[in-house]
């Protein structure tokens, strides 16, 4: 499908209007629209009132184009109107701020960025966007009546003000790598923050928003405050990122989804209990369109044994509905893994999801937020972990528990590396996937299967690390991380990643990419450690210690 | 552990606003609701931000708690709206006060009052999943140096006293402030380990900094505050130098804060306080922020 678009670009001087016609012409470029003498809110403002087509791509005069740019808009358009319906996007960018992540990102070859980046498949959702190359959605931002304030004028600013005024309109932006260019330019940093401290532009962020800092692509923003006042001020006004996530959640809330969360149990444990009381707070921040269920996955233990403590957690925990399924054969593949697969046989939805928890681990509430967006355009989405050293006795919850680590999200990545540290509750799947993993694997071993799951899923399916809070993870002197006698943890390691290798999961590419890295600080100081100076200065370290106590 | 006292009214005070309405309908009352103590449940709920009301509709109904909502004509600060609905409510021998983000487990009220004696200034519960790293309490005693003010029990008489929360902090360290001056008036501070309640409090996930810019910014200014009242210039002169050592603030937010604290000092006359030589292991500072190794 062709859609219907012009470009735009406000130049410096005539002269940079005459080469650009001339590339236009050379490489057959779509029909652009060039101008001078004016500045970037009038010149958008003077798009957003006259353009006749559908959508405007508005680019800087230093922006080199691909030949092929229109096919590339085609693309980003489909793509966007795929993922967020035609009527609900304002704006698409090639570079950006990650809506909620706030993570930097970037399709553009500037004099910043070294690396290539990755395709993406949909849009990401975006905070705000750089001015570079900006693809408006005319029709769905002449009916909500987006424009730049009329008060405001200059050069800078108005690529996040633009996005700004697009979520108050309720029209997300999304940064696309459908619209990659070359940028010569680097930005003027001085510039920008000089225009940012401007009372015009001090202004409006004070009267639209309740922030106190403001994120950009070029740096934060400080908005000037009085302190004496909470989060709000007099009209009410709700922060830059609240405006994007109620917008983002209006714009999935009517879009179903199904969690199941499956809690592999094998002992009457009152932990358990500490996972339930976070799932309910879970539940209670779901909205209403996401079906939410609880699965107990018994293993390695007679019903008889278990059934009155299972009774007694779903009397306790009722609104939770709490489903349990003995697995009779533990034994045959292995019980953790085992679990999984005889679990998702069960469930018949393919599209829902998958949250595999460990009875003695426990839920972060706050995503239950950011479910539906999340997941609905993703298969398989890893969280942080927060991990816990704790002390348990036979109560509900743990006599002491202190944070000793965070596992990013993004640890997935490192996993084709050989560093397995990302925990099984980190991820969530959609059920056909883990139901594909089962139907085709044979999955020998046990322990170890986290990541084996992990590295097939990953193998043909787009994974996203979102920086958010998805779980806790227990250390506790019970626990299998702990256990003393590691053999069977041995064998399943070298069983899985026999498996890993054999079948193809680390590319020749990812490999050679990785080989061809220097080797990492952490190496270089572990082998330092081995060295002489680092012991003569270990014995010195000590003969000092003892000479100081000795005085 | 004191004897079990057979109290049967609870004031239960929570400052919240029109648009943390969720957290009140979603965990604040069902989990009071739960709760296995047995008197009744008197939750008061004050609109800290006074500019748009809340109203009756907006809560959701209860049978077992009697739920008041107090809408004050300005905006206050954490412990001047504590102390606005104590003055209204007038609670007898002991009232809790609560965030709305809190989630009560189902004993914890009554494990709090179970702890509960004329000398005991301010219980506090274990808050899970992150215990606040500060100084355990006593295995056996369950005394603390301080106890948060996200969910504490407080003894009416000890409150009267001092005459409340101070409201020059505005927000954050005033909870450590009152603990202080219970321990300076002869009242203990516990924390009563069985006593749990579940804060999922956002200050721990800070993939973007700016979110906490606020609470960044009166934590460092009441950090000044604090230093200065119980230590004086000394005191004062160890915070600047501690805050400086600070890697993740910048120094606009960090000059900022020392410069309204300034004109604190300046517009009021504050009163400070001496510590006690038999007191100085409970009320020390070891360092910038409760969340994060010192400096």
Redesign the interface.
Known sequence: MNNDFEIYRLCRDSETVRRLKKHEKKYNLPKTNYHTDKDLYTFFNEILKDCQKDYALVCHDDVIVPINISSNVNMAIEKANECFGEQNWGILGNAGIEAVSKKTRTFIADPHTSILPYKTEIPILAESLDGNTMLLNIKSLKNKNVSLPKNLKGFHLYDLILCMESYKKGLVCGISSWLYVKHDSPGNYEAFINASKQRQFQNYFKNSFSNHLITSINDNIQVEREYKHLNRNSKNLLSFEETIQKTISSLYKNSPIKLNVLIRIHTPSRKVFRLLETLEIFRRNLNKNVEFNVILGINNISEKEISPFIKEIKKEYSNLMIKDIYIKESRERYPRVNVIGEVIKTIEDEDSYIWIVDYDDFVMPEIAKHIQWVLSNNDIVAGDSYVFNEQWDKKKFPITSELSDIIKSENINTLLTGKIYIPVCSIIYKTKILKRIFNENQLLGDYYEDYAITLLAVKDNEYWCLPLPFAGISYHGGNTVLEQDRTHWDYSYATFLSEIINKNLVNKKTYSLFNSLPPSRDAEFESFKKGLIWKYLQKYRKIKHLIKKTI | MPSKKNLKKLNVFCST???RLNEVN??LI?SLEKQTYEGEIHLSLLN??A??KIKEEDIIDSEKLHIRIINPPK?L?FGEAHNYSFNLVKPSKYFLIINSDI?L?RDCIKEMIRTFDEDTGLIEVRQ????H?KDESHKETFETSWASGCCLLINVEFFKKVGGFDPLY??YLEDVDLSWKSWINGYKVLQN?KA?A?H?T?L??R?????Y??ED??SLRNFFYISYVYWGNKGLRRAKEIVEKIPYYDK?IKSEAYQ?FLDLKENNRIKKIRIPTNLENKIHIHGYNKFSKNP
């Open positions: 606003s029109s648009t979603n965990l069902p800290y931000e500019n748009e905006p600060g989630y487990e899970l999943p992150f215990q790293p505005w927000m380990p749990v579940y999922f956002g721990y996930f993939y973007s900094p700016n979110r810019y606020l910014f009166w606009e309204n």
